[in-house]
């Protein structure tokens, strides 16, 4: 083949890739925006969904996601430090890493089988907030530890070695110098972890359940964005409910994921 | 929870067996069932607070409107495989069933087929909704669900030439019904006793009408409908309309969609 | 300050291990729900077993295992040609400026929750297969599209900076030599990115398997060994997600021991991915 043939043909390829994605979100976006009112993210669900809003399945969301971070967070950074900054070549980091990266292949449906027997039934947390949260923030650490751990690598030695030879400890290096440098790096790491946890469904189910009610305390149990779409979808109690559920759950997961990358794209322009 | 005068219920998830297992072991006043009691289960006494008909649903299009219990029992187990077989066009017939544990699935089983077997070919789905969708937009379908959820999207079809409605199950001649059942130990004590009489009250009785179940009041005397009870195997069915009751975190008490 | 130090390196190992730990805690509470019937059936019983049947007390899951297995096979055949192609378009041929813009664009997209993908592959996507080839729609087709396009972004992003790891010196070698930029493409490039390739293929081929959601919606999810790509099919994911609901005794612990042997095979893809990199290394 030609090397003008071969072009055409990978570039249309990639056109197909890109229009197929567009379509996706295209389809959720036109089908989903028009009922995506106010009254829509601010009242609760009538009828299972059929009529009424979303407000206690983004509650839901923000309290799950929002307790998974505050607990995978400062694990996985921490986690990071010791195994950039803390570890020769032992065998206690080897076994750490093992375990992050058995960790992250693993699938959401054993997070959420795994959380149904630890949290919601051997710790009696029944199905609630709390359950999901702790099988969440398990399912974000590898990211957070693998993100971590790159932009604390980036760090240039000599910011350590300056803070070394000026009489620093290694902990006190860590937390005024190696941390501020490489806070882009995690924020980026931390960001997409938010998006994987937002758009998680089968994990959640198990451990959160799926209850309409807005939840009042850690240990009810409450409904994310994803399941709710996932159950208006599936029983068909309200297409127009669904796609408008779907649209609020995409634009989260795209201003997330933009500021992420936006964070990572002024990062790497600072390096070059 | 849901307060009633001044007693608070809280109602566990679970499925039929489970409701008769807490009952049995104390754990919970009161079992549901969506089933009738079987074996050891039978120290428990049964209040029947209702009765749901499962429908056979296909395509609104789909000229079948009649199947004898026989043709629906070889439909299921693919010795009947197009609808030209009972009266319909020329087309593969795409059977949908419920999943294997779900009241709904017991009991189509124990009614319908024996001990002979749904087909493993059949398309499964986990929720009498998404088996409305299925059928709602496959023109050559069938399934089954609550009669409490069929809609104008699909056609319920008779069955030995009778249409399911409230009335042909409290005049006893639809077949396919199964019973819901509070089940207590001796001698319950007055809470649980003033929940069951309410359940059997005018204002129980027409919410459980309002969500599609046949109030046990409404049923004409002379006994519940007999549904045969071919199939030794112990049922898992689930208390009331599993719908909005028993996945994992459903709230128990809030009412199912499309009812 | 030395013993501070000392505590310090302490406390953070035990942070560190909280990892493993989770993964132990994992593989206990999961084994041991599942492994009775495992025991009781025995493993090959189990997972050779063609009926599945748990009300009357049949445990065989060979159908999920093979309809796993079609579902992932077809999600690769799709995802990897159309995925590797447009990473070598981004990568090799397209000018930059819109190369980084349509990267950004897919890395984005890989955001989507996989129920969306579900969801638009039940509403668009089965209906056609059914109009248009025959059958419920409900099928490995259907699944195997709908995956395919979800473990694009994957795909493009990885075999993307696998290319673009290549040592420009290698390209301009060849083309030095007077060959045609496909012919250094196919030549060279391809080649020396092999094993990153590979891993990437690995890596969609882990999410393919795992995936629950999206599959259940589309896949059909019936029993039997599909003997066509237009036949519904069951994949070990969906059913475990498809029968918790109600599941109890016996067909309960039948679940978890589905979820033993979906961990099993996530485990052997996972040290395939480990030996694929020390390859590459050497």
């Not at chain 1, 994803?226 to 408008?244: D, K, Q, T, W």
């Not at chain 3, 349509?102 to 996989?114: C, F, N, Y």
């Amino acid at each position: 083949m030609t090397d003008r043939r071969v072009t055409l043909l990978f570039a249309s390829i990639t056109g197909l890739t890109v229009i197929i994605l567009v379509v996706i979100i295209g389809y959720v976006m036109v089908n989903g925006l028009p009922g995506l009112t106010l009254p829509f993210l601010l009242e609760s669900p009538r009828e299972m969904g059929r009529t009424g809003g979303v407000f206690p399945a983004i509650v839901g969301t923000v309290l799950l996601t929002g307790i998974a971070l505050i607990i995978a967070a400062p694990v996985g950074i921490l986690t990071a430090v010791y195994l950039t900054e803390y570890t020769r070549d032992t065998w206690l980091p080897k076994i750490v890493r093992f375990g992050t990266e058995s960790l992250a292949g693993i699938p959401s449906i054993i997070f959420g089988l795994f959380g149904f027997l630890f949290f919601v039934i051997y710790l009696d947390l029944g199905w609630s907030v709390l359950s999901g949260a702790l099988t969440l923030s398990a399912m974000i650490l590898p990211t957070i530890v693998r993100t971590s751990e790159e932009a604390i690598r980036a760090v240039p030695d000599a910011y350590r070695e300056v803070s070394l030879a000026l009489g620093s400890t290694r902990w006190q290096t860590v937390t005024s110098v190696v941390l501020p440098s490489a806070k882009p790096g995690i924020m980026t790491g931390v960001m997409l972890a938010i998006g994987r946890a937002i758009g998680e469904t089968a994990a959640v189910i198990f451990t959160a359940g799926s209850s309409l009610r807005l939840p009042r305390t850690l240990l009810d149990s409450t409904r994310t964005l994803p399941v709710h779409f996932y159950i208006l979808a599936r029983e068909g109690i309200s297409l127009e409910n669904a796609y408008s559920t779907a649209a609020v759950l995409i634009l989260l997961i795209l201003a997330i994921n933009i500021a992420a990358y936006t964070i990572m794209d002024r990062l790497a322009k600072k390096e070059s | 929870m849901n307060e009633v005068g001044n007693i608070s219920i809280n109602v566990q998830g679970g499925g039929s067996s489970a409701g008769a297992r807490a009952a049995l072991s104390g754990v919970a006043e009161v079992g549901m069932l969506s089933r009738d009691l079987h074996g050891d289960e039978k120290t428990l006494i049964p209040t029947i607070i209702a009765y749901d008909a499962i429908a056979l649903i296909v395509h609104p299009s789909n000229p079948c409107d009649n199947l004898d219990i026989v043709e629906i029992k070889s439909i299921f187990a693919e010795e009947i495989t197009s609808w030209s077989e009972v009266g319909g066009k020329a087309r593969k017939i795409h059977v949908v069933a419920r999943e294997e544990g779900s009241g709904t699935r017991s009991a189509f089983d124990e009614i319908i087929m024996g001990i002979t077997e749904v087909t493993p070919g059949a398309i499964v789905q986990d929720s009498n909704g998404a088996v409305r969708e299925i059928v709602a937009g496959d023109p050559s379908a069938i399934g089954y669900l609550s009669l409490g959820l069929v809609d104008k999207r699909v056609k319920a079809i008779a069955v030995q030439s009778v249409l399911p409605s409230i009335d042909t199950v409290a005049n006893n001649t639809y077949k396919l019904v199964r019973p819901m059942i509070l089940a207590t130990r001796e001698g319950p004590g007055r809470e649980v006793m003033d929940f069951i009489s309410f359940c059997l009250g005018e204002w129980a009785q027409a919410i459980l009408a309002r969500e599609g179940l046949v109030p046990v009041t409404s049923v004409a005397p002379g006994g519940p409908p007999e549904p045969g009870h071919r199939d030794p195997e112990p049922a898992h069915g689930n208390p009331g309309l599993e719908h909005g009751s028993l996945k994992p975190g459903h709230d128990g008490l809030e009412p199912g969609p499309d009812n | 300050m030395r013993r501070g130090e000392t505590l310090v390196q302490w406390s953070l190992a035990i942070v560190a291990l909280s990892a493993i730990a989770v993964l132990a805690l994992i593989i206990i509470f999961i084994f041991k729900e599942g492994s009775p019937i495992i025991a009781r059936l025995g493993m090959v019983q189990f997972i050779t077993g063609t009926k599945w049947s748990p009300t009357r007390g049949m445990f065989g899951i060979l159908p999920m295992i093979v309809g796993s297995v079609w579902v992932t096979l077809g999600a690769l055949l799709i995802g990897v040609p159309i995925g590797l192609a447009t990473a070598i378009f981004l990568a090799e041929m397209a000018p930059s400026g819109t190369s980084q813009i349509l990267k950004s664009a897919i890395q984005l997209l890989a955001g989507i929750p996989s129920v969306v993908f579900g969801f638009i592959g039940l509403v668009i996507l089965v209906p056609l297969i059914r109009q248009w080839l025959g059958g419920p729609g409900f099928s490995v087709l259907a699944a195997g599209i709908v995956l395919g396009i979800m473990i694009l972004p994957t795909i493009v992003s990885v075999c993307y900076d696998v290319l673009k790891a290549v040592p420009q010196a290698y390209r301009e070698g060849m083309l030095a030599l007077g060959a045609t930029r496909w012919q250094t493409i196919k030549m060279v490039v391809l080649p020396a990115a092999r094993p990153g390739i590979i891993a990437a293929v690995i890596l969609g081929m882990g999410r393919a398997v795992g995936e629950t959601m999206a599959v259940i919606m589309v896949a059909g999810n019936a029993t039997r060994i599909p003997v066509s790509p237009l036949e519904p099919v069951r994949t070990l994911t969906s059913n475990i997600a498809l029968e918790m609901g109600y599941a109890v005794g016996e067909h309960r612990e039948a679940l978890f021991a589905t979820g033993i042997v979906l961990f099993i095979i996530i485990a052997l893809l996972n040290t395939l991915a480990r030996l694929v990199a020390r390859v590459e290394k050497v």
